[in-house]
């Protein structure tokens, strides 16, 4: 064996195993982070469906459901979705929406850029009528 054989070939080994590694954490983070968002906007879209909706008292309603879905992000997660919350209410179908849209997700491998640099997420229940 040459000298420094080893070396260099443990540098090449190393720099596609700690890639692949990386890559992997940071998609695992990604999945994790969009599975909590999920159930947020779901679970939040779930517990508004139970308030009573009526046409007088819609802003209202959807001022709290904002609220419920900020409280639950930052009670489950520790994040504020506010700034990319949506929300809407349609008495015709009696649906209730809530989104969460372009939630900008850092990655902690910076160099590799398939990962989404935002997340996403959308929750349609139908409303309860008392």
Not at 45 to 60: C, E, G, I, M, V
Request: net charge positive; proline share 2%; glycine share 6%.
């Amino acid at each position: 064996m040459r000298k420094g054989q080893a070396l260099v070939e443990f540098a090449v080994v190393a720099t596609l195993l700690f890639t692949l590694l990386f890559g992997i954490i940071d998609w695992g983070l990604y999945f994790y982070r969009l599975s909590l968002f999920n159930f947020i906007t779901t679970n939040s879209a779930r517990q508004a469906s139970t308030l009573y909706w009526s046409n007088d008292s819609k802003y209202t309603n959807l001022q709290q459901l904002k609220d419920l879905v900020t409280n639950n992000s930052k009670k489950i997660i520790g994040l504020d979705p506010s700034g990319y919350l949506k929300t809407a209410y349609s008495a015709s179908q009696g649906q209730i929406l809530v989104a969460i849209e372009n939630y900008p997700y850092k990655s902690i491998a910076g160099f590799y850029s398939r990962v989404p640099k935002t997340i996403s997420t959308m929750a349609i229940i139908s409303v309860i009528q008392h």
